[in-house]
C-alpha cells in the first residue's frame, strides 16, 4: 500500500500514475458536490482556503522544486488583487481585469527575475530582497490615502483599502455575476487546474531541469543548461500564479487593502508551506487549509495569541516534522503497511 | 587573437589569484585533438583549478583560454559545456536527490533529442554497468558509485574533451583498472585529460603526462621520462622509486 503514496512524494520526472489521476478525479468531484450540504458561510470559508492554496502553491514550487525561497511572494497576490480592484471597478468588465491581474504580477515578477536572476544574487538575498520589494509595496499603498491618489476612477484610499470590487462577471455575459457558491467553484477548479499543471509540468523536460537546478545548479550549468533561464521562467511563472491567486481573493471578499503585501501575510505563506510540506504540492494546499481552520477555530475559542499559537505550531513542526504534514504521514503510513507486507510473508 | 590550429585545448598565461596567492601562475598549455593526457602533481598544485578555469566554474585573473581554436577565457559554465567540454570534478558532482537514471538523463537530454535521450541513458547504464542501482537515489550510493554516475553523466553528452578530476578516487582496485580500460576506450573517439596522483593508474592509460607545481608546469614529457625525472620526483614523489 505504500505504492499509494509514492505519487505524492517529491517528483523526479515520472509521470504521475493511475492512483494519482483517481485521487484527482474523485477529491474534486467530492470538493465539486460540497455545495449540496454546505451553507453559503461554510462555502465562503472554504473558497479562500483554495484562494490562498494557489498562493501557496506558487511558493512551494519555487521553493520545493527549484530550491529558491522567495519571501515576498505577496507581493504578486497583492498586485494580482489590486490590479483586478482597479481594472474592473474603471472599466465595468471584468474579464480583461482578471487576465491582467495574472499577466501583470507575471510581468513583474519577469522583470526582478531579469535583475535578480541574471544578477545572479544568492538565494538568502533572494529571499531578502523579495521581502523587501512586498514591504515596499505595503507602506507604498498605505501612503495613498490622499485625493491624488486616484488611477482612473478608483481611490487607492491608502490604508483603508478598496471596498466593492466587483463580483467576477461570465466572460459571454457582463449581466451574470458569479455568486459565492460560483466562487467557491471557480476556486475548486482552478486550485486543480493549478496543482496539476504544476505536477505535470514538473514531469517535462523544463521540470526536470528546475529540479535538478534545485538539487545542483553547479552541475546543471556544467552540463551546458543556462540554469537562469529556467529559473527566470519559474519565477515569472510563480509570480503570475500568486497573482491569480490575489486577484481570486479580490473577487472572494469584493474589497483589496495593504494588508495583502503586508510581513504577516508574507509569513503565513511560508507556514502553510511548511506545514503541509515544500517537497509535495499536495502538501501546502493542506497546509492552507489546516492552518486557516486552526485559525478560525482559535479565534472562536477566545485565543486571544493567535499569531502566537501559530508561531509555536511552525516551531514544532520545523523541529519535530520537518518535512511537513503531508510526506510524514505518507512515509508514516507506507512504513505501515511495508510492516504488514513482511509480517504477512506477502510479496508487491 | 585565435588559439594554435593544433590544440583542441590551449592556454596562454593562465593566472588565478586568490587573495595574493597564485593558485594558477601563467600556465601555458597545449592539447591536441586525440590525446589522452595526465596531470599530476603534488596537493594544491592547481590542477583542479586548472580545470575550474577551463570550465568556466572560476573566472581567470589574467591569461587567455581557447578551445577549438576559439577563445572561451569569459565563457560562463554553462557555454563552454555547449561547445563540447565535460568535466567530472574532484568530489561527485551529482545530482543526490534524484535517481541514476534521472542523472543520467538531465546529462543526456542536453545533447540529444528525446528518444536518442534515453537510448543514449540505456548505453551509458550497459556500458557502466550501472543496472544495480539505476533507480536508487544516487546520494544513497557509495563514494565509488557514484563517482561512476558522474563518468556517467560526462560520457552521456558525448563532448569533445573530457575532463577528469581524480576519477579513480574512491575505488577499488578492479574498479580502477575498469575505469583505466574504460578511458582507453573513450580515447579513441574523445580527447581526454585526467587528474590522478595513482601512479599505476597513469603508467595504465597515459602517454604525455604534465607536471604541475605550485601553480606553474613544471614538465611535460613522455610518462616514462616525467617518472624518473629527479626534479618531479623531488617535489611530488618525495625521492622514492617509482614501480
Known amino acids: 500500500m505504500g505504492w499509494l503514496f509514492s505519487d505524492f512524494r517529491r517528483p523526479a520526472g515520472e509521470r504521475p500514475g493511475p492512483v494519482w489521476w483517481s485521487f484527482v478525479v474523485v477529491a474534486t468531484a467530492v470538493l465539486l458536490s460540497l455545495p449540496l450540504t454546505l451553507d453559503l458561510a461554510q462555502l465562503l470559508d472554504l473558497s479562500v482556503v483554495f484562494v490562498l492554496a494557489l498562493l501557496a502553491l506558487s511558493m512551494s514550487f519555487l521553493w520545493g522544486y527549484v530550491g529558491i525561497l522567495s519571501f515576498g511572494q505577496t507581493a504578486f497576490f497583492g498586485l494580482g488583487g489590486y490590479v483586478y480592484a482597479v481594472a474592473a471597478m474603471n472599466w465595468g468588465d471584468t474579464t480583461l481585469p482578471f487576465l491582467l491581474g495574472i499577466a501583470i504580477p507575471l510581468a513583474f515578477a519577469a522583470l526582478l527575475g531579469v535583475f535578480m536572476v541574471y544578477g545572479k544574487i544568492s538565494d538568502i538575498y533572494f529571499s531578502v530582497m523579495t521581502l523587501v520589494i512586498t514591504l515596499i509595496l505595503n507602506r507604498a499603498m498605505r501612503a495613498t490615502s490622499g485625493d491624488q491618489y486616484v488611477i482612473g476612477d478608483v481611490r487607492l484610499n491608502g490604508q483603508n483599502g478598496i471596498p466593492g470590487v466587483p463580483p467576477l462577471q461570465v466572460p459571454w455575459d457582463s449581466s451574470v455575476t458569479l455568486f459565492i457558491d460560483h466562487v467557491y467553484y471557480l476556486s475548486v477548479v482552478l486550485a486543480v487546474l493549478v496543482y496539476v499543471g504544476l505536477r505535470l509540468l514538473l514531469t517535462t523536460p523544463f521540470g526536470r531541469i528546475l529540479v535538478g537546478i534545485r538539487e545542483n545548479e553547479r552541475r546543471i550549468e556544467l552540463l551546458g543548461y543556462d540554469a537562469r533561464r529556467y529559473k527566470f521562467a519559474a519565477f515569472a511563472l510563480s509570480g503570475g500564479i500568486a497573482g491569480l491567486s490575489g486577484t481570486m481573493f479580490a473577487i472572494w471578499g469584493n474589497f483589496v487593502a495593504p494588508e495583502m503585501f503586508g510581513l504577516g501575510q508574507a509569513a503565513e505563506v511560508i507556514i502553510w508551506v511548511i506545514v503541509g510540506g515544500k517537497s509535495t504540492l499536495i502538501g501546502p494546499i493542506v497546509g492552507t487549509g489546516v492552518i486557516q481552520y486552526l485559525t478560525s477555530w482559535l479565534g472562536t475559542q477566545g485565543v486571544g495569541q493567535v499569531t502566537l499559537v501559530l508561531g509555536a505550531i511552525l516551531i514544532v513542526f520545523v523541529l519535530l516534522f520537518k518535512d511537513g504534514l503531508v510526506p510524514t504521514l505518507g512515509a508514516a503510513i507506507a512504513r505501515v503497511f511495508a510492516g504488514r507486507r513482511e509480517s504477512g510473508g506477502g510479496g508487491q | ?243
Not at chain 2, 123 to 145: K, M, S
Request: glycine share 10%; net charge negative; hydrophobic share 40%.
Open chain 2, 1 to 243: 587573437m585565435n588559439g594554435d590550429p593544433k590544440g583542441i585545448l590551449q592556454t596562454r598565461g593562465l593566472r588565478k589569484t586568490f587573495g595574493g596567492v597564485h593558485a594558477v601562475d601563467g600556465v601555458d598549455f597545449l592539447l591536441t585533438e586525440g590525446e589522452l593526457r595526465c596531470l599530476i602533481g603534488p596537493n594544491g598544485a592547481g590542477k583542479s583549478t586548472f580545470f575550474k578555469l577551463i570550465t568556466g566554474q572560476l573566472m581567470p585573473s589574467d591569461g587567455q583560454i581557447f578551445f577549438g581554436g576559439s577563445e572561451v577565457t569569459t565563457h560562463a559554465s554553462h557555454e563552454v559545456a555547449r561547445l563540447g567540454v565535460g568535466i567530472k570534478n574532484q568530489k561527485p558532482d551529482v545530482f543526490d536527490g534524484l535517481s541514476t537514471r534521472e542523472n543520467l538523463w538531465l546529462a543526456a537530454q542536453f545533447a540529444h533529442d528525446k528518444a536518442g535521450a534515453i537510448e543514449q541513458v540505456e548505453q551509458v547504464i550497459d556500458r557502466l554497468q550501472l543496472g544495480a542501482f539505476v533507480h536508487r537515489l544516487v546520494g544513497e550510493l557509495a563514494h565509488g558509485q557514484r563517482q561512476w554516475v558522474e563518468i556517467g553523466m560526462v560520457m552521456a553528452r558525448e563532448p569533445r574533451l573530457i575532463l577528469l578530476d581524480e576519477p579513480s578516487a574512491g575505488m577499488g582496485q578492479e574498479e580502477r583498472l575498469r575505469t583505466a580500460e574504460l578511458l582507453k576506450e573513450l580515447n579513441r573517439t574523445t580527447t581526454i585529460v585526467v587528474v590522478e596522483h595513482d601512479m599505476q593508474f597513469i603508467k595504465r592509460i597515459a602517454d604525455v603526462v604534465t607536471v604541475f607545481h605550485r601553480g606553474r608546469v613544471l614538465r611535460e614529457a613522455k610518462v616514462d621520462v616525467v617518472l624518473n625525472d629527479p626534479e618531479v620526483r623531488d617535489v611530488y614523489l618525495g625521492r622514492t622509486e617509482v614501480t
